[in-house]
């Protein structure tokens, strides 16, 4: 899914069921956190899912 920075609006790839910390590649913002399963988008994030 792509998610969109809430600092700069730069967009990155997430995998759903990332099992790593994902930062930002401009602002070094934390972007979603690894639980047991899929990974939890920081608070106020916005999202879309890829298309097929």
């Known amino acids: 899914m792509d998610v969109k920075c809430q ?8 995998f759903s069921h990332s099992q790593s910390v994902v930062v930002c590649g401009n602002c070094q913002t934390v972007l979603c956190q690894p639980t047991g399963g899929r990974a939890r988008l920081t608070e106020g994030c916005s999202f879309r899912r890829k298309g097929d």
């Open 7 to 14: 600092g700069c609006f730069n967009i990155t790839t997430v």
